[in-house]
């Protein structure tokens, strides 16, 4: 009998794991045998010590003669005396599209960066403090991609991004709690688990406010006055249609080798619009449509076509541009990129329509984001140009470039870098900006000069160390901000004249030699006419 029961346990036990099949095994045949003493199963894991617990205390109940009990967790099993109330409510995690507008002027670009403030660096902030996604996960836990990488400076009024997080009620007015004003949640939609912001686009759309008076010849005074004609505006027009296509654009960016086919970019439309007048300058939006941008890449497209435009470069510098040969081409300033939309279509078309996924149109959130530019992306545009003149101080540093083979000299180059060191009136010397980049201009009135409209905000602590230093030259400073302390001009002061000191010494030791020289040389000459007068 007792070996029948062994060849039948024997085989039952096969089919638990490893050590767990060892320990019953052994548990079993000592209990059969009439011993009384039970072996602890081995501590591998939290999982395996429960299963051993378990199968310890059916063993057990055996041995005792009472009969197994079996235990069943349920997660509605609540302890004696609780309420429904304090039933914690489970909020399910899923996959979403999230739209962002931001006024990208004050921060270093919209990708994440530890050592310094980023668009995306707010955002996540704002996503640990509101409690749908777990405080410190990274963003490859959460799954977040950014549509698109925007650089220093640029703005966004539809931005997306894709994560996965907690869907809890009213998500998108907690989050605009937690985030400052230039940066906005327009919406928040339900995605397919395999959505991505980048991948899934099929298109973008930029917009860049210029202006116009950068498409003014060389030869003439660039001012403020200039108001484009509809001939200058149809040129304009010409020199953007050569972008439209496929072309190859390693010229317009940087890493990029004529052989790489990621240089190949696919340009659908590019315009200019008709100008418009505010603040008493003419300004006009150059918007292109393309399938993707490399970095850098819009805004080398639009300087190669002012350089044309005022004669430092020649037509067919375009068509060059497009070949093996790495020419010199400027850069736009980015104050006035702004990526404008991006289109799902092949997504929409198949998902929008199934019932559980929405269209990523966003068609309801134009009027917000209309607004939101109004409010925050055009004033810092119009007005940062107006007082700060960016595009006026670029305009100056087109001389600079070759506009051909990077190797070719430029005569004009070593002559305009002694200007900007010695020159006083040059264009290219360096004026501090009139307005700081961190302020924002939403309250900014028309015809207000940048001191007042700076003595009239309030300064907090994030501001007041650059307002301090970047305000204009020569004015008297905001409410609540104190000039330098006038004991570190002293000190450095000191510190110069300590400097100078060993040269002082020196020029009076050079003095004193020279002088004792002029005595001995004059004595000897006295003497010599005594000795000449006696003879």
Known sequence: MSKFMNTFLLRGFQRLPGNLCNWSLRSTLRMASGETVIETAPKTSEKKEEKSDGVKRALEGEVSGEPATKITKTEDSKPEGSTDTEKKVRYPKKKVAMLL?????????????????????????????????PDGSRMGKMNFQRCARTDKGVSAAGQVVSLR??????????????????????????????????????????????????????????????????????EVNDLLAKYKGTHNFHNFTSGKLHDDMSANRYIMDFTCEKAFVDEGMEFAIMRVKGQSFMLHQ??????IIIAILRGFASKNTLEKAFESKKLDIPRAPGLGLVLESVHYDWYNKKWSGDGVHDSLSWEDCKEKQEEFKRKHIYPNIIVREKYNKSMMHWLGTLPLHTYDVIEAHNPMRNFLITEKKTGENSPLAKIPDQIPANVDLASFKPGQSPEEFLKSLPVSEANEKVVAMETVQNSTPPTGVTKVDESIQEKESNQTEEKDLPKEAEKEKEKTEDEQEDENSSSKDRKHEEEEVTT
């Open 298 to 303: 819009i805004r080398k497209m639009i300087g």
């Open 101 to 133: 507008s931001y006024c990208g002027v004050g921060y270093q670009g919209m990708q994440i960066n530890p050592a310094s403030k980023t668009i995306e660096k707010d955002l996540l902030n704002a996503l640990y403090k509101t409690g749908c996604v």
């Open 165 to 234: 997080l907690l869907m809890l009620d009213n998500l998108v007015e907690k989050l605009n709690e937690h985030l400052p004003s230039v940066i906005r949640v327009m919406d928040i939609k339900r995605t397919t688990g395999s959505f991505n912001s980048k991948h899934h686009c099929n298109y973008r759309t930029y917009m860049y406010l210029l202006p116009t008076y950068s498409f003014q010849d060389v030869e003439d005074i660039t001012t403020e006055t200039y108001r484009i004609t509809d001939e200058k505006l149809q």
